[in-house]
């Protein structure tokens, strides 16, 4: 998905049904983990069957499990709900920058002479990321190229392939490289024809048995990207789908995920991990000797962030290292754990107190597509926003937060003053009204959840700022 950071910036998550029964609501997430490796708690399921079921007219979910266990388009359409498509271009520059630096000139100085550079977008939703390859390559001069993007869903497919684009997807990309590869429609933008050309997409399960294979063009790849796909399913489906993706790869070819995603288990790669990367490498000569230094490389490489010490938990460290203001070490701790919304949210805290509210705001947004029922998180992603001076989308993701859970006193607060500093008096009056309300129910000691100060505290700011707005002449 390519608007507004995901499907919850467009429509309200529909309330999880009420009665759905659980057996069946387990037997559809079986089904759904056999068929394409899905992990997904009960709650989002319920919402996505839920939604499916009403788009159908179909009252009972005995029968709905039934006609998306018969495949075809009740399974397909399901699958558009419960996959996470968010994406944009250039999403993780950094590892962009390690493809224009390293691995373009790694490939090309080592290859035949006119060698196709092969790359594959697997799992590439809306084909952001297929044509952010295509733009290094172009400007990287290179005419000879190809980047397969396949993926699971078939709404993304069809997106993907028209080449269109909403302004949303563009995010901090400069605009000269806008300029050069797109045509602004108004509406947002389509994809200048020649970036077309050496572009394929294809549908592809990851779990099924299609690949590698020369005839999907999935086999002797240079470099495959699968971002932002493998935190989604469960850890052994994971695990096959590298283990298959490596196959895949010609002997010298990189494999890139998210830093968010698993990371292989098996030390066969050689691999780069750090706070962007999570680059491996499949070695290019296979001789046992170099496979052992591969093995070792990998153990040192992620070795300071997931072996020791054993018996105290990676996230207890994450947190003791961030309370000891220790963020690029907390950031490193963290990774591969996001899945844990409380060190999801520990790593955009580190982030935002090592780079800045830009990048904690990125981040915010990578955690929220794993996370999208987590108030704090949106409450977090506001205070960057704010801090960026982008109070308008500010207040659009603070109403999420409250729409998740409307007692969040500091976030009706918070709520009130971005209001009030757009001048929507009546609006800002009725969130600090709000925030009032919560907060004179709770004990004067007791703290805010979701702040660090006491209700007593945050109710005399709210009294103070409702009186001043009162008193505000309209502009
Ligand atoms: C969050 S998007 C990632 C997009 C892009 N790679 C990025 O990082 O911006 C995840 C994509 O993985 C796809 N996906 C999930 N399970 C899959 C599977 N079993 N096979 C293929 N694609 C799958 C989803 O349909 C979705 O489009």
């Excluded at 952010?132 to 005419?143: D, K, P, R, T, V």
Aim: net charge neutral; glycine share 6%; aromatic share 8%.
């Amino acid at each position: 998905m390519t608007d507004s950071a995901s499907s919850l910036h467009r429509k309200r998550p529909a309330p999880p049904r009420p009665g759905l029964p659980e057996s069946e609501l387990d037997a559809m997430a079986e089904f759904l983990n056999r068929y394409m490796g899905l992990s997904i708690n009960r709650g989002e399921l319920g919402r996505a069957v839920s939604e499916a079921m009403s788009e159908a007219s179909i009252e009972d979910l005995g029968h709905y499990l039934t006609l998306v266990q018969g495949r075809g388009e009740p399974l397909e359409r399901l699958v558009d709900r419960v996959t996470v498509r968010e994406t944009y271009f250039f999403r993780l520059r950094q590892q962009f920058d390690f493809i224009r630096e390293q691995i373009i000139p790694a490939c090309m100085s080592g290859s035949l002479p006119g060698h196709v550079l092969r790359t594959w977008s697997a799992g590439c939703a809306s084909g952001e990321e297929v044509f952010s390859l295509a733009i290094l390559f172009e400007e990287a001069g290179l005419s000879r190229y190809h980047v397969l993007g396949t993926d699971i869903s078939p709404e993304a497919l069809s997106s993907a392939r028209q080449g269109r684009f909403p302004r949303w997807s563009m995010r901090g990309n400069p605009p000269a490289m806008v300029e050069r590869f797109f045509r602004d429609t108004g509406a947002g933008y389509t994809i200048a024809p020649e970036l077309s050309r050496n572009v394929a997409f294809r549908r592809l399960n990851l779990v099924e048995d299609t690949y590698p294979s020369a005839e999907n063009g999935t086999y002797g790849l240079d470099l495959i990207l699968c971002r932002n796909v493998l935190i989604y399913l469960d850890g052994r489906t994971a695990e096959k789908i590298m283990d298959r993706l490596y196959e895949a790869l010609a002997p010298g070819g990189w494999l890139i995920t998210a830093p968010v995603d698993p990371a292989p288990t098996t030390g066969r790669w050689e691999s780069v991990r750090g706070e962007y990367a999570a680059l491996y490498r499949k070695p290019l000569a296979r001789h046992k000797a170099i496979r052992r230094a591969a093995e070792r490389s990998h153990s040192r490489a992620i070795g300071t962030v997931s072996a020791k010490p054993a018996e105290i938990p990676r996230s207890t460290r994450a947190k003791n290292a961030f309370d000891e203001k220790e963020y690029a070490k907390a950031i490193a701790l963290c990774l591969g754990l996001e899945r844990e919304a409380t060190t999801a949210i520990l790593k955009i805290k580190a982030i935002a107190n090592l780079h800045g509210a830009a990048e904690a705001e990125l981040a915010a947004q990578e955690m929220l597509a794993i996370h999208p029922y987590v108030p704090e998180l949106r409450f977090l992603e506001a205070i960057m926003l704010l801090a960026l001076n982008q109070n308008e989308r500010a207040t659009v993701v603070l109403r999420q937060a409250l729409f998740i859970d409307p007692e969040l006193a500091v976030v009706h607060f918070t709520l009130g003053s971005a209001l009030a500093a757009e001048g929507y008096k009546a609006p800002a009056q009725r969130a600090y009204e709000r925030a009032i309300k919560l907060l004179k129910r709770m004990s004067p000691n007791e703290i805010v959840p979701l702040s660090d100060s006491t209700a007593l505290s945050l109710l005399e700011s709210a009294e103070h700022a409702l009186e001043h707005l009162k008193h505000r002449v309209a502009p």
